[in-house]
């Protein structure tokens, strides 16, 4: 699927800093502005269960124009769960209201293998992604740009074998250490459906993809080496490689929570971008990086529970650490439920604010 006609982008400041061309402000988004903090998203919510929202094209579409509407952003991220390609090799995910995704069956050992559904199709598997990729680049009518994304492989491991979300994953990193062999087959069985994927979210429209692996930090240098990283650059690789033979230059972003171990090995690993947590210091984490990456993040999320003048003040020092460059404003993971909106907004204004000079 190659839609065209698409309405031209009047914004690209996400794009050129994600390939470290000069801006005149520092573009802003917020994982997870799709939904949880907004009235809005919550009116549709009541009346359509999760992931039912993530399977209708038109009510994906709507979510995710819902901070666009709201706040002066400079991207939209399509509406949908990192749980889906799971879902695509045959894995039931339940979307439970307090306790979060659940598998009632999850992978108890290797030889569960055999109950993943292969080979997946992802048109037919995932094809609402792509129409509300689609759908929703139209309804942007080029406002901003559209990001598409994934779980990466380690992170979708740890939710299929631990059943939910684990604050040890210890049953994950279990297999690393007794099952090698079938970890890394299970790990690249999850690349090949996510290439597939993000390829087909960048031909249905997305302009920029971001792979998250979410779950590093529960992996050590020498785990994440073995089992994350090579994953991690197959994905890039092979990204781009398909891509390339489209004829479409789509940038990339790795955002490994956790992983302030590796950013020398993230900036190596074939992305644009490298994600940094609320964690990593941003100085230290540019003379890591280099010049070779753009930077995206990263206040802390929980900073925006702070007062409206504290959030002005704690971001003018946030784009000073950072300077200006190949640098894209966002908080050091996703949003949470509870923020209030106006404080939200204080955090994307600020970012302008002080990035622009004005």
Known sequence: MEPKDFPALKNDLLLRAARGQEVDRVPVWIMRQAGRTLPEYRAVSEQNGFFTICRTPELACEVTLQPVRRYDLDAAIIFSDILVVPQALGMEVLMKPGEGPVFPEPLSGP?????????VDVHQQLGYVFQAVTLTRHKLEGKVPLIGFSGAPWTLMGY????????TMSKAKRWLYQHPEASHQLLSILTDVIVDYLVGQAEAGAQLLQVFESSAEYLGPDLFTEFALPYIRRISANVREKLKAKDLDIPMTIFAKGAHYALEQLADSGYEVVGLDWTVDPEDASR??????????????CALYAPLDSIDAMVRRMVERFGCRRWIANLGHGVYPDMTPEHVGAFVDAVHKYSSGK
Do not use: A, H, I, Y
């Not at 299929?160 to 604050?167: N, P, Q």
């Not at 280099?290 to 990263?298: A, C, L, S």
């Open 111 to 119: 030889d569960d293998l055999g109950r993943l559904q292969r080979p």
């Open 160 to 167: 299929m074998v631990e059943g939910k979300g684990s604050k």
């Open 288 to 301: 890591r990086l280099g010049d070779k990456v753009t930077r995206q993040g990263n206040l802390d999320p």
